[in-house]
């Protein structure tokens, strides 16, 4: 009997060893992993051309470093820009990174992990117009084939414009009464 309560205790240290040990997946919901690779992309075809529209963002974590691959479109698929000065916050929810496209400004890129890490939102510029943030899903498909682009929303300036009333053609104002 002794021999038998040893053993049976022995398995109940272990298995309560086991239990109280940390969790090694302790990342939190929406948050960017420390180490991996994740694509963010809203690449979409044009129907009438053909041709590619939309960015493509390749965030690469590596123990040394955290490295991006910036792609967009201008008539075609870019060849992709190697970004310099990515910054990850500490909580893994934001990031930056400082990219020069060939023949253009340098410019900085902020991108902020939206739905849970499903996505990423990057801060204005979307269709031309700076107050409209660019949403880039997470790719966990690679093999699917791109939709198709959808057309942008008319410009804020415009839909007030449309929706002011029209000045009545038929009245008459006269100053001073």
């Known amino acids: ?15 309560c060893a086991v239990l109280a ?10 948050t960017l992993p420390r180490y991996g690779m994740l694509v963010y ?32 479109t ?14 990850i916050d500490t909580r893994g929810q934001q990031f930056y990174f400082t990219v020069q496209p060939p023949d253009e400004d340098e410019r900085i890129i902020n991108a902020k992990v939206v739905e849970g890490g499903r ?5 204005g510029g979307y269709c ?6 660019m949403r880039l899903p997470l790719v966990k498909d690679f093999g699917r084939k791109a939709g198709s682009c959808r057309a942008c929303p008319a410009p804020k300036i415009h839909q007030e414009k449309e929706q002011e009333p029209l000045p009545d053609s038929g009245s008459t104002k006269t100053a001073g009464l």
């Open 119 to 123: 996505a990423i939102m990057l801060d």
């Open 74 to 87: 201008a008539g075609g698929l870019s060849w992709p820009v190697v970004a310099s000065d990515v910054t």
């Open 21 to 30: 040990a940390p969790k090694g997946n302790s990342k939190q919901a929406g």
């Open 1 to 15: 009997m002794t021999r038998q309560a040893a053993v049976a205790g022995a398995i109940l240290l272990a298995s």
């Open 128 to 133: 031309g117009d700076e107050s409209l943030p």
């Open 41 to 72: 992309s809203d690449l979409c075809i044009h129907p009438d051309s053909g041709e590619f529209g939309g960015q493509r963002i390749t965030l690469q974590r590596f123990a040394e470093v955290d490295t991006v691959l910036y792609e967009y």
